[in-house]
């Protein structure tokens, strides 16, 4: 995984120059796409359709209990739903980051010229937009737009 280093000793020559292995980097953005591809969106379209048929158990039963569980039931699946698409969000806010740095650093005058304080606002934003994204729709959209205009 890429690692980010910041000398703040007065004596370092290099000052607060970063060490990116870019290769990491862009194998840090396809193995996380590739997860995301293969675990959370298949489960994600599974979860949504079975929110929109809603719970089933007990439908020919006519008892108030049952029908409140259902409805808990059907609650907790929209939750559910919510919060992995909320997380499938992250996930490629988290993919973006990660090539744009990649990108950005990937010929020899942009990798010597980086420094901690041009890729640090890269990565505060995209884990500013990773939280925002995973809180649930309605709740953060001001910053979460704010947040993914950062990464720009």
């Known amino acids: 995984m890429a690692r980010l280093e910041a000398d703040d000793s007065a004596d370092s020559w290099l000052g607060d120059a970063i060490a990116v292995d870019l290769h990491s980097v862009s194998e840090f953005a396809r193995f996380v796409e590739a997860d995301a591809d293969a675990g959370l ?12 048929t809603g719970s089933r158990f007990g439908c020919a039963v006519p008892s108030a209990n049952l029908a409140w569980a259902r409805d808990r039931h059907d609650e907790a699946l929209i939750r559910a739903r919510d919060l992995l698409e909320a ?3 992250a996930t490629d806010v988290i993919v973006d980051a990660a090539r ?3 990108a950005r650093y990937a010929d020899a005058d942009g990798f010597a010229r980086a420094r901690v304080d041009e890729v640090e606002p890269i990565l505060s934003a995209a884990i500013a937009a990773a939280q925002s994204a995973v809180e649930l729709p309605g709740q953060a959209d001001d910053r979460r737009e704010a947040a993914r205009a950062a990464l720009g």
């Open 41 to 52: 969106r298949p489960h994600a379209v599974r979860l949504a359709q079975l929110c929109c």
């Open 87 to 89: 997380y499938i969000r």
């Open 100 to 102: 744009t740095i990649a």
